[in-house]
């Protein structure tokens, strides 16, 4: 089965320093990523997602890397700003099947 | 675009009596909605899978007799948590799978959420 991780519980880092947010999957049939940022007492935002076709994709100062040989992706949030501030979690699934989230990494900025 | 809510946000309610979530997409069409689970500083974890029109799909170790879930339009599905206790205190989350988007087939756009709290 499927099972996405993060390497870093916590993240800081400061005002106007870029940031990665690092995730690892298990299941190689895995084609299609997604990036959610959940802030205290809410539900997961979508963010950002990817398919395995592509290997680099660009939103609104947010960049995904897809590493398919290593299994891991990547999350960069350029400029950082204090509402970045939150819980960031990977998802990945196969073509028409559930998504499996990851265990989340907290994104704290400082100031 | 991809909106969608949950009522109530938050719900008190004793031990023994059933609480009732609702989920709705507003301004698109989800034959496939889900449910999740989520205790504090824990990842999301799937309950079960709703699809309109047929009986849901529970995760393995979710009680469907205690969880019941009806999808019974396009826009709607609940939760029903039956004789609830406190350990089913937490903060459950729908999300629903936008089949007709732009976005993949895989995308889902999650509520807000609803916590409840069993006493």
């Known amino acids: 089965g499927e099972s996405v991780g993060l390497h870093l519980p916590t993240l800081s880092v400061q005002e106007g320093d870029n940031s990665i947010i690092n995730c690892a999957y298990s299941n190689s049939a895995s084609d299609y990523f997604i990036w959610y940022k959940q802030e205290s007492g809410k539900g997961p935002q979508f963010i950002i997602d990817?398919?395995?076709?592509?290997d680099k994709r660009q939103g609104q100062r947010v960049t995904v890397l897809l590493n398919k040989t290593v299994k891991h992706l990547s999350l960069q949030i350029a400029a950082t700003q204090p509402g970045d501030s939150a819980v960031y979690f990977c998802a990945g699934a196969e073509y028409g099947n559930k998504l499996v989230f990851g265990a989340g990494t907290i994104l704290r900025v400082k100031s | 675009g991809a909106v969608v809510s949950q009522h109530p946000s938050w719900v008190i309610c004793k031990s023994g009596t059933s609480v009732k979530i609702e989920c709705r997409s507003l301004?698109?069409?989800?034959?496939?909605m889900f449910w999740y689970r989520q205790f504090p500083k824990q990842s999301l974890m799937l309950m079960a899978t709703?699809?309109?029109?047929?009986?849901?799909?529970?995760e393995q170790g979710v009680e469907k007799d205690k969880f019941l879930i009806n999808h019974a339009s396009l826009t709607l599905s609940t939760l029903t948590v039956t004789s609830a206790h406190p350990e089913d205190s937490s903060f459950y989350i729908c999300?629903?799978?936008?089949?007709?988007?732009?976005?993949?087939?895989?995308?889902?756009?999650f509520g807000p959420g609803t916590r409840l709290l069993v006493l």
């Open positions: 301004d698109f069409q989800a034959t496939t």
């Open positions: 999300s629903a799978r936008d089949n007709f988007g732009t976005s993949g087939q895989e995308t889902q756009y």
């Open positions: 709703s699809n309109e029109g047929s009986k849901a799909t529970y």
């Open positions: 990817i398919r395995s076709n592509m």
